[in-house]
């Protein structure tokens, strides 16, 4: 690198093989950066194991008011992609995010909004995205699927923050070393005001209807994270389920015994999410 009256000049390289940290295994990584007076690019790549296989290659440039990046790949022999590359621009004490578009496997997800300081806004749109994309995160979480629906999101920051979300479930399964659930299809609507959560959900096999939920949690206190406004409400739901038992069992994942045959079960519920009373 170099200093000289006021300017700065940074290149870097990295490269690096065999690198475990509990269950990610980085196999090959190679890294390149280049940086001019707070402006530059980074060009990087890697192959590894996290859960199952995956190979990523990325690219990104930015500046002091703008950031743009790309990543493709394949994870789980299913392709990453991005038709539609992902751009930050600087706005005010945040950054506005363009329209962003990431393929996985014959899925999508659009993305765009304001984050990473002051208002967050930001909204999402799923078209049939496999929910194994979620083992990026949760290695072995063993869910199947495909999800589609529109998710809204505004925080203020001061206590007031507001959602809606409506998402369809395709064939919801959870797989274990030896068994895997029933698929459902699962219908969720959820909205989120300053004062209440209110979510419903609908569970089919095929035709036949197996379960229903609805939830309200209400006097949702002003201030602090958006898990202790919910903690600090009135809960109010009722759960009504009547299908078979390993079709909601096996989603659990609990493989030391299995429950089979049918279940009938209602359940009304009040108080709180910390203290429910069923």
Same mark, same amino acid.
């Given at each position: 690198g170099l200093l000289e009256d006021g300017n700065s000049t940074l290149e870097a390289s990295v490269k690096a093989e065999g690198i475990s940290a509990g269950k990610l295994f980085i196999g090959k990584l190679a890294a390149d950066a280049a940086i001019i007076n707070g402006s530059g690019s980074v060009t990087a790549s890697l192959a590894g194991r996290r859960g199952t296989n995956f190979a990523l290659q990325g690219t990104g440039a930015f500046s002091p008011d703008k950031i743009v990046? !790309?990543?493709? &790949?394949?994870?789980?022999?299913?392709?990453? %992609?991005?038709?539609?590359?992902?751009?930050?621009?600087?706005?005010?004490?945040?950054?506005?995010?363009?329209?962003?578009?990431?393929? !996985? &496997?014959?899925? $999508?997800?659009?993305? #765009?909004?304001?984050?990473?300081?002051?208002?967050?806004?930001?909204?999402?749109?799923? $078209?049939?995205?496999? /929910?194994?994309?979620?083992?990026?995160?949760?290695p072995d979480l063993g869910l199947?699927?495909?999800?589609?629906?529109?998710?809204?999101?505004? #925080?203020?920051?001061?206590?007031?923050?507001?959602?809606?979300?409506?998402?369809?479930?395709?064939?919801?399964?959870? %797989?274990?070393?030896? /068994?895997t659930s029933r698929p459902l299809d699962i219908a969720l609507v959820a909205a989120l005001d300053p004062a209440a959560l209110q979510v419903r959900?609908?569970?089919?096999?095929?035709?036949?209807?197996?379960?229903?939920?609805?939830?309200?949690? %209400?006097? /949702?206190?002003? &201030?602090?994270?958006?898990?202790?406004?919910?903690? &600090?409400?009135? /809960?109010?739901?009722?759960?009504?389920?009547?299908g078979p038992a390993e079709a909601l069992w096996r989603l659990v994942a609990v493989e030391v015994i299995d429950l089979t045959g049918p279940l009938g079960a209602a359940a009304d519920i009040t108080g709180s999410i910390d203290h429910p009373v069923i």
């Open positions: 990046a !790309f990543v493709a &790949g394949e994870y789980a022999g299913r392709t990453i %992609s991005m038709p539609r590359r992902a751009v930050l621009d600087r706005e005010g004490d945040g950054w506005r995010l363009q329209p962003t578009q990431i393929d !996985f &496997g014959r899925g $999508s997800v659009i993305a #765009n909004g304001r984050l990473l300081g002051g208002p967050t806004e930001l909204k999402l749109m799923l $078209s049939r995205m496999p /929910l194994s994309v979620l083992d990026i995160v949760l199947g699927g495909l999800a589609s629906g529109v998710i809204d999101y505004e #925080n203020d920051h001061l206590g007031t923050p507001a959602g809606h979300a409506a998402v369809e479930v395709k064939g919801l399964t959870r %797989s274990g070393l030896v /068994l959900a609908v569970a089919r096999e095929g035709a036949a209807m197996r379960g229903r939920v609805q939830a309200l949690i %209400s006097d /949702l206190p002003r &201030g602090g994270t958006m898990l202790e406004r919910l903690r &600090g409400g009135k /809960l109010r739901a009722q759960v009504r389920y009547s």
